[in-house]
């Protein structure tokens, strides 16, 4: 059974970090890009940040641009979006999503920015 679990989601001052951890079981994770993506409150599902299967490149949404950084260590099944300099833009529920077949989401993990 494809599972994506999401962890380290919380509560954080503006300008504050976070790093989000995705794991992923039940197929062949080192083979296939990977995604954070992000909704707030009342808006549309965004992408944020994509690596691809060997980390050789990353793309990121402009507003997290050279704030957000994504990595993914293999081995372990495990896709993280290190987090700097957190807004309360950024405030939303982030889901890691594989990219294969009609593609694999996890549950979401709130992310909280607020003074």
């Known amino acids: 059974q494809v599972q994506l679990a999401e962890s380290g989601g919380g509560y954080v001052q503006p300008g504050g970090s976070l790093r989000l951890s995705c794991v992923a079981s039940?197929?062949?994770?080192?083979?296939?890009?990977m995604r954070w993506y992000r909704r707030a409150a009342g808006k549309e599902r965004e992408l944020v940040a994509g690596i691809s299967i060997t980390s050789a490149s990353a793309t990121y949404a402009d507003s997290v641009k050279g704030r957000f950084t994504i990595s993914r260590d293999n081995a372990k099944n495990t896709v993280y979006p290190q987090m700097n300099s957190l807004k309360p833009e950024d405030t939303a529920v982030y889901y890691c999503?594989?990219?294969?077949?009609?593609?694999?989401w996890g549950q979401g993990t709130q992310v909280t920015v607020s003074s």
């Open positions: 039940g197929f062949t994770f080192s083979i296939y890009p």
């Open positions: 999503y594989a990219v294969r077949g009609a593609g694999s």
